[in-house]
Nanobody, 116 residues
Framework: QVQLVESGGGLVQPGGSLRLSCGYS????????MGWYRQTPEKQRDLVAV???????EYAGSVKGRFTISRDTAKNVAYLQMSSLKAEDTAVYYC??????????WGQGTQVTVSS
């Protein structure tokens, strides 16, 4: 199995930046896709960004140009660099690993609050 641990959330002012980290361990060679999702009490959990083993990325339209997903395979960490943050980016952010066999593994979530 794979274990995920997120960190880096917090309170930031509008227009600010924040970097989330997702450390992964266990059967990491079974991971072929990693992603970041976010959820608010009013909405379902939505895709923010994903990255596959080839480094190809996809982003939600609302974050394109502001957020960057990356993966450091030497450190076994996936990142989400968030810039030009807006109040509507406030949410709990979850890291997800998709394993071969279409098994989804989720992290515990980290709160991001954008407020002045």
């Amino acid at each position: 199995q794979v274990q995920l641990v997120e960190s880096g959330g917090g309170l930031v002012q509008p227009g600010g930046s924040l970097r989330l980290s997702c450390g992964y361990s266990g059967s990491i060679f079974s991971i072929y896709l990693m992603g970041w999702y976010r959820q608010t009490p009013e909405k379902q959990r939505d895709l923010v960004a994903v990255i596959n083993t080839d480094g190809a990325t996809e982003y939600a339209g609302s974050v394109k140009g502001r957020f960057t997903i990356s993966r450091d395979t030497a450190k076994n960490v996936a990142y989400l660099q968030m810039s030009s943050l807006k109040a509507e980016d406030t949410a709990v952010y979850y890291c997800k690993a998709v394993l071969r066999g279409s098994v989804n593994v989720w992290g515990q979530g980290t709160q991001v609050t954008v407020s002045s």
